[in-house]
């Protein structure tokens, strides 16, 4: 993985205390998001830990640059995982880098377990996933501003499949839910992303409350 924030004290201890943690390997650091996308470039990490408020480049657009452009920004590796490390819950910054295709997002105030934690599941190919922030975001939204699904429209169970993602539940949690194989959810998921034009599940879950589909104080 490779850290990037702009304070050095920050990123070091990160570096030092994940790199203790079990099955994570800090391949390099980064002072800002221009570093960060060069370092990506040389390195090829599998995830990115993306602080938010950097110079030159924020960590918003240097999410954009990695997940948009993976070809250009990372060479003929594929696009790591970002996930987004950030002081405040409720930062407005946070929901832009979602859009962005971050995988999630994690607070720096955690224990370091949970931040190594939050790594290794975003490596797995799951994702982070905060619904009480994300149904803050659309609060907040001026009445009438829901855009429509993009695409193609989800089937009955595609759409179940997303609102379950929505609450936070992982793969097997929603084959558990749903009473199907975790093959199957595997299959709507990817379904579900490439219908509504998502880098990964967390954008999809971003869409699904833009759209109105999911809305605040949903619950399964």
Sequence with gaps: MLIADDDEVTRSGLRTLL??????????????????VERVRLLAPDVVLMD????????IEATRRLLTAPAEAAGSAAAPKVVVITTFENDDYVTAAL???????VLKRLPVRQIAEAVRVVAAGEAILFPAALRRMVTARPPGSAQALPRAALTGREEQVLRSMATGLSNPEIAQALTVSLETVKTHVGNVLTKLGAQNRTHAVVIA???GLVVPGFAT
């Design 99 to 105: 859009s962005a295709g971050a995988s999630g997002f």
């Design 209 to 211: 409350y833009e759209s």
């Design 19 to 36: 790199a203790a943690q079990p099955g994570i390997s800090v391949v390099g650091e980064a002072g800002d998001g221009v570093e960060a």
């Design 52 to 59: 938010v408020r950097m110079p030159r480049l924020n960590g």
